[in-house]
């Protein structure tokens, strides 16, 4: 839906119109709930500024832009990048955290990203390589799924917060701090304002985004990861090539086997990893119990 708008207007426009109304929404929906004190900061405005910006500018502008620069097969590439969310949690709690994962979860970490690169570079690493103009855009790709991993695990440090008042207030500073950009850029000529005629043209792709994967499921997605886990959420990334293969399909857009094949190698990593590490924790469980029970006085 938005590559298709990207015809008439550019991922800058786009971004702030989409969450600009957005933010509005939710900010309606947050004063009904919970009132007017819940857009009260409590000292924690940086953070949340820098989660927002991570996911509502970061995330949102480069996604979109690297998108755009690929052409029809950025869809297909930005699906395959969020797929290795999961991956790329781990390996910044690795590097930030030091949790190191354990071998069989760099194993996966390794299989994916191999899998990412037959899905990027339709198998051909060289020719990829050699095409500057092809590097830019996953560059760019890959930044915006690393801004929305730690606007992911950014959510866990709002300790007594709904996921509606994290939403709210997280997409309101990072679309500001979206559209600060977006007038820069304007008045630097990067970009223009779109006309009125394309406006028109592209409402119908912003009211579907704005309702769909804009306001249900950004509410949906930090409800679940409060939910679930910060990693436990990322893996249902998982779904999101798949989806993307379905719909590429019914579209007419002809994969590759070196598509295929890296799609399915992802998937196999992430699910082989999920599976290892409920296996690793429930195992830890027994243990634990069996050594309370030996402890426990006649």
Known sequence: MAHSAFRFIDPFYFTIFRYGTVTIILAGILYWRE????????????????????????????????????GQSGVMAASIMESLMPMISIVIAWIFLKHRPLSFTL???LFSFAGACLVITKGDIQSFFRAADSI????????????WVIYTIGGSRFDGWSPLRYSTLSC?????????????????????FPVKNDLVEVVPHLLFMIIFPG???LLGWNIGVSLLSPL??????????????????????????????GTIFIISALISNNIFLRFVEKRKSNVQKSQTFQERPL
């Open 172 to 192: 309101l500073l990072g679309t500001l701090t979206a559209f600060i950009i977006t007038i820069g850029a304007t008045l630097f000529g990067v970009v223009s």
């Open 215 to 217: 306001v249900i499921a």
């Open 107 to 109: 194993v996966c970490v």
């Open 232 to 261: 436990n959420g990322l893996l249902f990334i998982n779904f999101v090539p798949v989806t993307t293969l379905f719909i590429s399909l019914i579209q007419g857009y002809a994969l590759t086997i070196f598509e295929t094949i």
């Open 35 to 70: 009132g007017r004190k819940a857009f009260r900061l409590e000292g924690k405005g940086l953070p949340l500024w820098f989660y927002g910006t991570m996911a509502f500018t970061v995330y949102n502008l480069f996604i979109f832009l690297g998108q755009d620069l690929l």
């Open 136 to 147: 830019i855009p996953v560059f760019l790709l890959l930044i915006a799924v690393i801004g």
